[in-house]
């Protein structure tokens, strides 16, 4: 049985103050991963930039639109904007059938990067 009414010694302390700012979404994460996830961001926007740029699959395409469709599909802000939507986990359009393997291979590993970032921050949130 539970005893109804424990006697014994009680101490009384300060309740430590936590900090609250609006940069506590951060602390799951050291500063250097935080650095080396932008960095990566970058890089892996610009790599795919330069692969859909070499690829011969995505210029054959190119040059079979109409004239009025000027624009290539990889611009670079395309490429910044694709891999921003896959670390929010939001799918694009711009990658669609006809894109080069290349370009989705590096999409795939950046697709792969990001579900294990995200689920080592969503694992660190926890433990605050």
């Known amino acids: 049985t539970k005893p109804y009414m424990d006697v014994g010694v009680s101490i009384m302390m300060k309740q430590e103050e936590s900090q609250t700012s609006s ?5 799951p994460l050291e500063k250097d991963i935080w650095m080396c996830i932008i960095f990566s961001y970058i890089s892996v926007s610009v790599v795919l930039f330069i692969v859909s740029r070499v690829s011969i699959v995505s210029w ?32 694009e359009d711009i990658c669609n059938k006809s894109s080069p393997f290349s370009s989705r291979l590096v999409g795939g590993g950046w697709w792969f990067f990001t579900l ?8 660190n949130l926890a433990a605050f």
């Open 116 to 123: 294990i970032i995200i689920s080592s921050y969503t694992a």
């Open 23 to 27: 940069f506590s979404f951060l602390r």
């Open 60 to 91: 054959m395409e190119f040059e079979q639109r109409e004239k009025a469709e000027i624009e290539f599909e990889y611009s670079l802000s395309n490429c910044f904007f694709l891999m921003l939507g896959a670390v929010l986990q939001r799918g």
